[in-house]
């Protein structure tokens, strides 16, 4: 094997084995609420459960292949939407809307309930 054979099974690894599962770890739990090293098992976990369920049932229900460039961006997916939620969490946008909903379903539910 050579050493660019080594180079890209170790960011392959790192990139489908513990990247997702790592962003997807900051969704369900604070920065500050666990350890660093609940948060690496915590996150090779979620990746070995995230990734392959998505990939098959992106498979099952759009047909899509199981092919390098289709599960990289599938991974890159399940990356990119935790940062997101992240991002519009964090933003002023972001918490201005979710108080807009949070009011908003009040308003339902208060009026579901007088009648």
Same mark, same amino acid.
């Given at each position: 094997?050579?050493?660019?054979?080594? +180079?890209?099974? #170790?960011?392959? #690894?790192? =990139?489908?084995?513990?990247?997702?599962?790592?962003?997807?770890?900051? #969704?369900?739990?604070?920065?500050?609420? +666990?350890?660093?090293?609940?948060?690496?098992?915590?996150?090779?976990?979620?990746?070995?459960?995230?990734?392959?369920?998505?990939? =098959?049932?992106?498979?099952?229900? =759009?047909?899509?292949?199981?092919?390098?460039?289709? #599960?990289?961006? !599938?991974?890159?997916?399940?990356?990119?939407?935790?940062?997101?939620?992240?991002?519009?969490?964090?933003? !002023?946008?972001?918490?201005?809307?979710?108080?807009?909903?949070?009011?908003?379903?009040?308003?339902?539910? !208060?009026?579901?309930?007088?009648?």
């Amino acid at each position: 094997m050579s050493i660019a054979e080594i +180079i890209r099974v #170790v960011f392959g #690894v790192a =990139f489908v084995l513990f990247v997702p599962g790592l962003a997807w770890s900051y #969704v369900f739990f604070a920065r500050k609420s +666990i350890d660093w090293i609940e948060r690496i098992a915590l996150s090779l976990g979620l990746s070995i459960a995230l990734v392959p369920i998505t990939v =098959f049932w992106l498979n099952r229900l =759009f047909g899509m292949k199981i092919t390098l460039p289709n #599960v990289s961006i !599938t991974v890159c997916g399940l990356i990119l939407v935790p940062i997101a939620y992240g991002l519009v969490r964090r933003s !002023t946008w972001g918490s201005n809307a979710l108080a807009k909903l949070k009011s908003a379903f009040r308003n339902i539910r !208060t009026k579901e309930n007088q009648h």
